[in-house]
């Protein structure tokens, strides 16, 4: 179905969107597979517009992501896709013009220093290297960094609020939106 991206979640989540023949995008429809309270779907992505049960037809399919950005249109050629066979559409290029516009959005987020970010690679190198040797104590490990952890996000989110930036702004440099980051810095703020 969609992609999604470990380091910045729900904010820059992608799919191969559907794009109609006067260039715009239809609205999300919702999709029942049967009985149950979770039997349903709701998306926008490009195979769910092939023109059955009153939906549109998709011309064209483009990299889509959450936070707003788009990719480039390609059209769909639905003679070379029979009915059942919608898989056959290669949605390749949509992938990596998402994967360009994650990396587009690192480039703009705050770089860690060389040193904070050697030191969280060989952490994650040292507890997993733990959890096969010693799993009580890789617990132990991380139980240690779940006590330290938010204290230091909440100095950090009080210093972040003191410097009085833009949601637009901490959104950015983070890799997030705008509304993420005022969430993250309040969860921090928050903590007791």
Known sequence: MGWTSE????????????????????????????????????????????????????????????????????????????????????????????SEHLRAVERRTVPLPDEVTDLIDRLEDQLATLVERAPVAALRAVATLERLLPDIGQEAAQAVQDDDLSWESVGTALGISPDRARSLLTRFLLHH
């Open 7 to 98: 380091e910045f979640g729900e904010s820059h989540e992608g799919i191969a969107g559907a794009v109609l023949a006067d260039g715009s995008e239809p609205k999300p429809v919702y999709l029942d597979f049967g009985s149950g309270a979770d039997s349903g779907l709701e998306t926008s992505e490009w195979w769910a517009y092939d023109g059955k049960l009153r939906r549109p037809r998709a011309a064209a399919y483009r990299a889509a992501c959450a936070c707003g950005w788009r990719g480039e249109t390609r059209p769909i050629d639905w003679e070379q896709l029979p009915d059942g066979r919608l898989y056959d559409l290669d949605t390749t290029l949509a992938h990596d013009d998402w």
